[in-house]
């Protein structure tokens, strides 16, 4: 019991910064890393990284090629830094054995996003502009969660962009705010553009079975169809939980609550904006 008191300051002490936290949970995902790897993932000067490897003291060693490992100290810490800020996946938790959905929504891209966002930063846009244009040439969009034709073909793509640029802004706004995490701002909306491939796949469905033609009322579409909107509605929402647990590190529950809020806004912003603009799914 008295070693363990006597460990705790020297424990919160090595955690007390973010950097040396990420540096833990950077060696524990590969189990070991060199000083190399290390420094090529954080770009820190030499000496900076030396001075918060050795801070992380106890919680780290070394193998006899000098890779750095984590001490059984060090393996409880980042147990504790995962259970702290949630990052199992909304599969991994609702799936149960079937945790390897985790896949499904992401993770491993958000993570590499959160790591490194100035040079995911390209693909991302790369990625925005090309769904910019398939929302040109389908002359339809999606409105936030819905996917809608567009007259004039100009206008889809403007909507397009208005419909991330809004879901990201309300996105940061609300963890900021509530939540008080103001950090990873890039990497957020890198994973809101991301996100959007998911809407622009019935988008496209919806243009070659109803043959671009326009407007299309709600009772044309089939119940299938609207079937298929409401499964990529779910699918859109895990995506956005799963890139507000790893890139803002919050907890499932919040996640969720942000999530259901922000879908609540947009789904209420859609049917205003295609109310007023004659504009139906």
Sequence with gaps: MSSKKRS???????????????????????????FTEIQERFQMKVGTLYHHLDTLGALLTQDSSKRYLLTEKGKRSYALIEEEIDVSAPSQQLF?????????????????????????????????????????????SPIFLFPSFISPDFLAPIFFLASVAITYAICEVFVSLVFKRKNDKLALFQSVIIIQIVLIIPTIILAFVFGYEYPVSFLDLNVWFIIVVFLFQLLCVGLLIEAIIIIKELRFEKAGVLALFVVFIVNALA???????????
């Design 8 to 34: 705790s300051p020297e424990i919160w002490k090595s955690l007390s910064n973010k950097i040396r936290r990420d540096l833990l949970c950077f060696i524990g995902e590969k189990n070991v890393a060199s």
């Design 96 to 140: 149960g054995a079937l945790s390897f959905l985790h896949i499904i929504f992401l993770r491993p891209v958000y993570r590499f996003i959160k790591t490194d966002s100035i040079r995911s930063l390209g693909f991302s846009l790369i990625l925005l502009i090309g769904l910019t244009v398939a929302t040109y040439f389908l002359s339809a």
């Design 271 to 281: 049917f205003v904006i295609m109310n007023l603009l004659e504009v139906t799914i």
